[in-house]
């Protein structure tokens, strides 16, 4: 497949282990909520003590996988959808490159229970080490995690199921 953003000459080749990670049916299809909430990553909350009004919410988006727990106050806690700039990998994970940084996103993705991973990764072809990492990271992990991935973009035109979300 091409990247929605890159040249063409740039190609990400859909494997099965990422196939794997793809559900029939997405966990959001006809659900309806009446209340929702979007949440930033800025520090704009900080201090607001909003916490327990955005835990009400039927549904909660949330930026750049941004830590809750030492904001619960401000932020709340639960997390139904959450971004995951591929960057984040390297800038807080190093890449997954050693057993510790492994351990550190294992356990950061262990606290999301079961909310949605909406990963960015097919924009442009400078995602893609980090979406192989990515892939290969979660089928390593599978059964292991209550987190399910989404990958927006033109991916649905080159695989052969009709939605993008993974329970993994």
């Not at 990670?21 to 979007?38: E, G, T």
């Not at 727990?69 to 390297?90: H, M, Y």
């Not at 996103?105 to 999301?112: A, E, G, I, P, V």
């Not at 960015?120 to 980090?130: C, K």
């Amino acid at each position: 497949m091409h990247y929605d953003y890159s040249s063409h000459k740039y190609v990400f080749s859909i494997s099965n282990n990422f196939r794997s990670l793809l559900p029939d049916v997405s966990p959001i299809l006809n659900k309806h909520y009446n209340v929702c909430a979007v949440v930033g990553n800025s520090g704009i909350l900080t201090g607001s003590q909003c916490g327990q009004e955005i835990d009400k919410s039927d549904f909660v988006f949330r930026c750049n996988f941004a830590p809750t727990e030492a904001f619960q106050k401000d932020v709340g806690r639960k997390i139904n959808l959450t971004t995951f700039n591929p960057s984040i990998l390297e800038k807080y994970y190093n890449n997954l490159l050693t057993i510790q940084d492994r351990n550190n996103f294992f356990l950061s993705l262990k606290k999301l229970d079961g909310a949605i991973i909406w990963i960015p990764a097919f924009f442009f072809h400078t995602s893609a080490t980090v979406t192989r990492t990515l892939v290969d990271f979660f089928v390593e992990h599978r059964g292991q995690l209550k987190v399910q991935l989404a990958w927006p973009g033109n991916i649905m035109q080159h695989v052969n199921r009709c939605v993008f979300f993974s329970d993994i």
